[in-house]
């Protein structure tokens, strides 16, 4: 009966036995973990700089729909505002946009589907003012890791509500892999 050989026997039979191949070997074993590495830090960097992208689009997008929505909020008229910010909405990457009115609730809220279009959301496309955090001016998302919301305030000081902007960052993540 053949004994099964033990690891260690089967570590020194494999293990090269001049001093030239193990350390080519062990060169060999520090590259591959380096360019291992290498490559872990290289896409965790583009990622960040994938989405600090957006969100920096996210926040120019917003205070030009914010300043945009201002006059008809002054007017209070809603579709006045509806008709201005959906050249804004039908832009590629842009998924949401909501005005809030001065209490927090939601006066207008657009979203972009699929196929283009530009519709009013209603239901559970709209945030609720329960959910929404007053301060940082947040609503819950389903897909929060492939997008980045922006806010900025309508009028002077935000006297006349808010504008979030909700804004996809698959296109940024695209251009920089």
Known sequence: MNPTPQPLALWRRLWPQ????????????????????????????????AHGGAQEMARELVRVAATTAAPA???QEPALAEATLRALVSLP???????????????????????????RAAGEALPQPSAIDARQRR?????????????AGAGPGGSLGSV???????????HVA
């Open 18 to 49: 001049g001093l030239r191949q193990q350390l080519l070997l062990l060169l060999l074993l520090v590259t591959a973990a380096g360019l291992a590495a290498l490559n872990a830090i290289t896409s965790a960097r583009l990622d960040h700089s």
């Open 73 to 75: 909020l002054e007017l």
């Open 93 to 119: 990457d842009v998924r949401q946009l909501v005005v809030l009115d001065t209490e927090g609730a939601p006066a207008l809220a657009l979203q972009r589907l699929s196929d283009g279009r530009v519709v």
């Open 139 to 151: 609503w819950p998302i389903a897909d929060e890791g492939e997008s980045v919301q922006a806010w």
């Open 164 to 174: 979030g902007l909700l804004l996809s960052t698959e296109r940024e993540k695209s």
